[in-house]
Nanobody
Framework: QVQLVESGGGLVQPGGSLRLSCAAS????????IGWFRQAPGKEREGVSC????????YYADSVKGRFTISRDNAKNTVYLQMNSLKPEDTAVYYC????????????????WGQGTQVTVSS
């Protein structure tokens, strides 16, 4: 059974950090591009970061550049999103998604999606 499971969300104060994990099962991540998306209440889903399968190239939304870092550990079949200097506007449900094609992930049309993990940044 193909599954993506996010974890690591929670409540954090502004300026704090969280590390999200996305564990894959039922398939190997080695050949997949991976993306993180988020959706805040009343807002459209937006892309946060992506990482390619080929050379590990990474991409970030301007709103998170310099604060978030995406990484992958193929041995653990897991992808991470390290989030530093968190701001209240980062509050959202965060989802990971994968696809064999990076452009498909970037477009938000990944083949597989996790169930999401809530991140709340508040004092």
């Amino acid at each position: 059974q193909v599954q993506l499971v996010e974890s690591g969300g929670g409540l954090v104060q502004p300026g704090g950090s969280l590390r999200l994990s996305c564990a894959a099962s039922g398939f190997t991540l080695d050949y997949y591009a991976i993306g993180w998306f988020r959706q805040a209440p009343g807002k459209e889903r937006e892309g946060v970061s992506c990482i390619s399968s080929s050379d590990g190239s990474t991409y970030y939304a301007d709103s998170v550049k310099g604060r978030f870092t995406i990484s992958r550990d193929n041995a653990k079949n897991t992808v991470y999103l390290q989030m530093n200097s968190l701001k209240p506007e980062d509050t959202a449900v965060y989802y990971c998604t994968v696809d064999l094609d990076l452009s498909t992930v970037v477009a938000g049309w990944g083949r597989y999606w996790g169930q999401g993990t809530q991140v709340t940044v508040s004092s």
